[in-house]
């Protein structure tokens, strides 16, 4: 999750720390059909180009 322009999935709790401290940045995805909630974090203000296209492929696929 830190090697910097990627979007990941995993726990909220494990990225608590960071997502506090600011580090991450949190995005609830509404309108996907999820066992347990999911939440893209990336490094900055906004996801990479090629984030922000798996994000769209992602949400369209719900």
Known sequence: MRAG???GVIS???AAATVA??????????AM????PLNALWLGRRPTPLAAELLT???AAG
């Open 5 to 7: 322009g990627g979007v």
């Open 12 to 14: 909220s709790r494990a």
């Open 21 to 30: 401290s600011g580090e991450l940045v949190e995005l609830t995805v509404e």
């Open 33 to 36: 059909p999820l066992v347990r």
């Open 57 to 59: 492929i992602a949400a």
